[in-house]
């Protein structure tokens, strides 16, 4: 005889409410959703901070209404992974030599995963979803987009503020629309991206592809304007492996020469096309010089500087951090730092995970990244719904990793959010193609949101 598997004894108090009425709200539960997040999304680069705050607060407490109304269900390897980084960041707020100001950080942290959590439940009930929350990130983008553009037509002088006398890039002018910051509008600009060349491909309506197609470009203009170093090469990395990606996908009926033939001719073109570029335009030109340039440039001397302090921070506390938030790390990085080179993060996510909670931290991060690409990879070769969405996750984590070696604006709820719909959509999509449990098990089949 068939028995049903324990419930995780973290998972059981899922469902406690499965056998109440259903109610007008529990039946509406994925509309309310579905209109927060779109909600969220639309508005990331424009809502205040007290407003940003109440979306995902929102978020939360709809995840935990749905939770208590659905049994639960497995916890898949993209939730275990994140349940890892949750509990590393537990352990390191405990041990933490300031452990106030790092439990506000492990409270950021919770909220943003309530929001993945709700993101993951929605798709996984209904991945028609998918196209209306990209559709209101797309439209979010492209009016931050248009604002920064415009700001090349006005008072040049509040753009001057981010050129760097002191750079080989002096007087280069960067837009920043409503972020105020053109390394966050780059942050935020870089992984809509792949989304948007997928809903371009997905959409058959001509209005919906040419709204898409409009984001797709005005997106990458904005992207370019922001002179950001570290956008511009997740840029590249995000739609290079996305070309080589859906490349894969269109060939994999052709003959076994084409095959292997296709990738090396679109790295080949894409590296000629890049070569022109930073050779025939000026401006790309020593921006992208000034990579190389070594201390001579004041921002690559400023990030030396701060990880030669950070790496200090770290050797002092390997195991556990000084725990999660940048809360924390304000309160200690200037027992460290160099004079005249204050410092609000790491510059870098692989040293922000390891100040932050160790080389756990860094271990907890690098298994949901690794588990995030082996499931887009193994998705994306499939025919499911979301199967063109799981490889774009592929390639908004690819532009990222590039991006977080030499940055934290990961870390901003205007970046971190859109990864996690990125990361939900992988969650979704796995458990929709999850075999069918054993019949004594049926009881808990839909599961709540912390499990994919």
């Excluded at 406690?16 to 579905?34: K, N, V």
């Excluded at 780059?186 to 491909?201: N, R």
């Excluded at 690098?366 to 995030?372: K, P």
Aim: proline share 6%; glycine share 10%; charged share 10%.
């Amino acid at each position: 005889m068939l028995t049903s598997a324990p419930t995780p004894w973290l998972l059981r108090w899922q469902g406690l409410l499965a056998a109440g009425p259903a109610g007008a709200i529990g039946r509406q539960l994925p509309l309310i959703s579905g209109a927060v997040l779109m909600a969220l999304l639309a508005w990331l680069p424009q809502v205040s901070r007290g407003g940003l705050s109440l979306l995902i607060a929102a978020c939360a407490l709809l995840w935990v209404l749905w939770a208590l109304r659905t049994p639960p269900g497995r916890i898949g390897p993209i939730n275990l992974a994140l349940l890892a980084v949750l509990a590393v960041s537990v352990v390191a707020t405990g041990f933490s030599p300031v452990p106030v100001a790092a439990a506000k950080g492990l409270f950021k942290l919770t909220s943003y995963l309530g929001v993945y959590a709700l993101m993951r439940q929605l798709l996984a009930e209904s991945p028609r979803w998918w196209d209306r929350l990209t559709a209101a990130l797309l439209a979010g983008e492209l009016l931050t987009s248009v604002i920064g553009i415009r700001q090349l037509y006005a008072d040049a002088s509040q753009l001057a503020r981010w050129s760097d006398n002191n750079s080989v890039a002096a007087g280069t002018v960067r837009i920043y629309s409503s972020l105020d910051n053109p390394n966050l509008l780059g942050g935020y600009l870089l992984p809509i991206l792949p989304l948007a060349v997928v809903a371009l491909l997905r959409w058959r309506e001509r209005p919906r592809r040419l709204f898409a197609l409009c984001s797709l470009v005005l997106g990458i203009v904005a992207l370019v304007l922001t002179y950001s170093r570290g956008a511009w090469m997740g840029m590249v990395a995000s739609l290079g492996v996305l070309a080589l990606l859906l490349a894969g996908r269109a060939s994999r009926h052709w003959p076994a020469f084409w095959r292997r033939t296709l990738p090396l001719l679109l790295l080949l073109g894409g590296a000629l096309a890049l070569v022109v570029l930073v050779t025939q335009v000026e401006p790309l030109r020593v921006r992208v010089m000034s990579l190389v340039a070594g201390r001579e440039d004041s921002s690559n001397n400023f990030r030396i500087n701060v990880w030669t302090s950070v790496l200090a921070m770290i050797q002092d506390r390997p195991l556990f951090g000084i725990g999660p938030g940048n809360t924390a790390f304000n309160l200690i990085y200037p027992l460290y730092q160099q004079p005249k080179f204050n410092a609000l993060s790491a510059y870098s996510i692989p040293l922000e995970l390891l100040v932050e909670a160790g080389v756990p931290g860094l271990l907890a991060g690098l298994a949901v990244l690794i588990t995030a690409v082996r499931t887009g990879l193994r998705l994306g070769r499939g025919e499911g719904s979301l199967a063109l969405p799981a490889l774009a996750a592929v390639a908004v984590f690819a532009g990222l990793a590039v991006q977080g070696l030499t940055d934290t604006i990961f870390f901003r709820p205007e970046v971190q959010l859109v990864a996690l719909f990125s990361l939900a959509t992988l969650a979704a999509a796995a458990h929709r193609l999850e075999p069918p449990r054993p019949i004594a098990e049926l009881d808990g089949a839909e599961g709540s949101g912390l499990r994919g």
